[in-house]
């Protein structure tokens, strides 16, 4: 049974800086890829990052410059770290580990709120 778990959500005030975590069990990490998405109040959800099985990146414009995505195959965790954070990024975040078939497993969420 594959599970993911995330953590490192919370308030955070503009300009600041939170590291999410997503510990994956169940799975080959990096069988895949991984990454994350989030999805704001009444918005779709969207492609924050993600980083590939061999390492290479993509961001979604929104982000890049501010965001770091990165993994740690002995750990089995994906991290999201979010610098220069901004209203318009309050969100809840998702993380995804996909398998060697391309099914995409979801963490449960975790809450992002940027405000002052």
């Known amino acids: 049974q594959v599970q993911l778990v995330e953590s490192g959500g919370g308030l955070v005030q503009p300009g600041g800086s939170l590291r999410l975590s997503c510990v994956a069990s169940?799975?080959?990490?990096?069988?895949?890829?991984m990454g994350w998405y989030r999805q704001a109040p009444g918005k779709e959800r969207e492609s924050v990052a993600r980083?590939?099985?061999?390492?290479?990146?993509d961001y979604a414009d929104s982000v890049k410059g501010r965001f770091i995505i990165s993994g740690d195959n002995a750990k089995n965790t994906v991290y999201l770290q979010m610098n220069s954070l901004k209203p318009e990024d309050t969100a809840v975040y998702y993380c995804?580990?996909?398998?060697?078939?391309?099914?995409?497993?979801w963490g449960q969420g975790t809450q992002v709120t940027v405000s002052s």
């Open positions: 995804y580990v996909e398998n060697y078939a391309y099914v995409k497993y």
């Open positions: 169940g799975i080959i990490f990096s069988q895949g890829s």
């Open positions: 980083i590939t099985r061999i390492g290479s990146t």
